[in-house]
């Protein structure tokens, strides 16, 4: 499994270390193999440690404990090799929406046309024509998040890292856009990593979908899940019905045992 | 249009009050004279080209020494802000330095540079660098984590993202600061010139009260008051300008 690994984690802890507080462990001993152009998703109840997995494979948080791998190399800092979709968006609120999206495409090579017909195109495929000039604080929650993954899609990053992409988005665009994800993902041969608080949306979309426990947060399981993605009617077939009911269970084992170490 | 004229009603009434007090003699011409004698020894004034050639140097004094504290105020905050060692071997001195009553250095600035123009520049670049520096600290202090990681991961450099991200975090911040430190420009200007020089506003306005000059002192006076109004007022459309993508 490994020889063809692309990211690497391996026994990876981290420990937030805030200024003031005690030290909050979030992640314990985990270890993850993702093969170069798989699409995996993380799931685990919140607070777990998601996000911080991802912080640590963008090379944003040192990484103290272990050892993450990308490509062959270790991580040590971040990379337009790994495009991000934050899961509180992180826009640049004084740019506009066009000017976000073209932020990325910047430091590419491109010549000025042609980042502008390209960013134009991906303020259209997330359905934002007509907003280009809009700044970031004149748009709802769902409208920044398009603009978000817009941006990141833009600047064609090899390895995706999204952190609940779609969270901010009601069922019909959520649907669009998974489509449209999908569509990409198997076009361009990217990799994926997905969090999301959707199991039928992991399901759906993920090759293997990994559960984390409650924090510290360990790789609970790794599920294999691959459905017929072209298949409009996967929902509603009986081995996709079982198998969300299946990483349901997971998750609600672990999003109790979460609820316990709160109240005590 | 309209609303603007409402609003500054007062000023008219204030006006009128004092045209009146001074006529009516309530109080003695040479402590205020009417308004309107003002105004004409305002007229004399820019005719004989007095207050241009001493407002000419004034304002030059102003904008030199308060570009260069903002040049060096932001980048000073700023650096601040991104670089421990050096915010700690600073802060100490800014504590220092912020409170103390920058008047008091008009001596030491004469001393160093004479009566002309530096020692004008220094001392307003000295009195304004501070707040510039506190508000470019702060506000790029305030820079989002997430709007840094998110800059790095598209491919900026540590010092491109300086420029992306932490100078516009800044920006509300450290606009403000410049605008303290506008007002500051003002103060510091005409009192070292009341005390040493040979030219501008400050110097014009000692120069004719100590002749018993008082209308076209007033008329100096006045124009100074204006200007520090309208400069701040323009400050202010800049600002909003600048910042126009807060709502
Ligand atoms: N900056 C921080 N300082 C201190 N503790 C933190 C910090 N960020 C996260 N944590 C802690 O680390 C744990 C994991 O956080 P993380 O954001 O990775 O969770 P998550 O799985 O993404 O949750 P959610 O699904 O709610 O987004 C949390 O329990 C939180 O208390
Ligand atoms: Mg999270």
């Known amino acids: ?264 | 249009m309209r609303r603007t004229g409402l609003r500054y009603l007062p000023l008219l009434l204030l006006a009128i009050a004092w045209e009146l007090l001074a006529r009516l003699e309530l109080i003695s011409s040479s402590a205020l004279p009417p308004l309107s004698h003002v105004v004409v020894a305002w007229v004399d004034l820019m005719r004989s080209g007095e207050l241009v050639s001493n407002g000419y140097a004034s304002i030059y004094r102003a904008m030199t020494g308060l570009g260069l504290s903002v040049l060096v105020g932001s980048l000073l905050g700023i650096f601040m802000a991104w670089w421990r060692p050096l915010n700690a071997f600073l802060s100490p001195l800014v504590e220092i330095f912020y409170p103390m009553p920058k008047s008091a250095l008009i001596p030491v600035t004469v001393i160093w540079l004479g009566f002309g123009d530096g020692s004008k520049i220094l001392l307003i670049f000295l009195g304004c660098m501070l707040p510039v520096t506190i508000g470019a600290f702060n506000g790029a202090r305030s820079s989002e984590q997430a709007l840094v990681w998110s800059a790095r991961s598209m491919g900026a450099s540590r010092l491109r993202m300086l420029w992306d991200v932490v100078l516009p975090s800044a920006l509300p911040e450290l606009l403000n600061g410049i605008r303290t430190a506008l007002a500051l420009s003002f103060i510091l200007l005409v009192s070292s010139e009341l005390i040493v020089a040979r030219s501008g506003f400050g110097y014009l306005i000692g120069f004719l009260g100590a002749d018993g000059a008082y209308e076209p002192m007033f008329a100096v006076v006045l124009t100074v008051a204006f200007l520090g109004f309208a400069a701040d007022r323009a400050f202010q459309a800049f600002m909003n300008w600048m910042l126009r993508w807060r709502t």
């Open chain 1, 1 to 264: 499994m490994s020889a063809s690994a692309q990211i690497v984690v391996k026994d990876v802890s981290h420990d937030y270390r805030p200024p003031v507080g005690r030290v909050v462990r979030a992640l314990e001993d985990v270890s993850l193999s993702i093969r170069e152009r798989e699409f995996i998703a993380l799931l685990g109840p919140s607070g777990c440690g998601k996000s911080t997995l991802l912080y640590l494979i963008g090379g944003f948080l040192r990484i103290e404990n272990g050892r993450i791998c990308v490509d062959g190399r270790a991580v040590t800092a971040p990379g337009p090799d790994r495009g991000v979709v934050f899961q509180h968006f992180a826009l640049f609120p004084w740019k506009t929406v066009k000017g976000n999206v073209l932020y990325g495409l910047e430091r590419g090579k491109l010549p000025r046309a042609e980042r502008e017909t390209r960013a134009q195109a991906f303020i259209d495929l997330v359905g934002l024509t007509g907003f280009e000039d809009s700044y970031p604080s004149q748009l709802s929650g769902g409208m920044k998040q398009r603009t978000a993954i817009a941006r990141t899609l833009a600047f064609d990053p090899q390895i995706l890292l999204m952190d609940e992409p779609f969270g901010a988005l009601d069922a019909q665009t959520r649907s669009l856009m998974q489509t449209e994800l999908l569509d990409i993902w198997q076009k361009t041969r990217k990799t994926v990593i997905f969090v999301t608080h959707d199991v039928q949306e992991a399901v759906y979309l993920a090759e293997r979908v990994a559960v984390m426990t409650a924090r510290p947060g360990r790789i609970k399981t790794i599920v294999d899940t691959a459905f017929d993605k072209n298949d409009p009617q996967i929902y509603r077939a009986r081995t996709f019905v079982d198998k969300v009911d299946e990483i349901w269970g997971l998750v609600r084992e672990e999003a109790i045992k979460a609820q316990g170490t709160h109240a005590r």
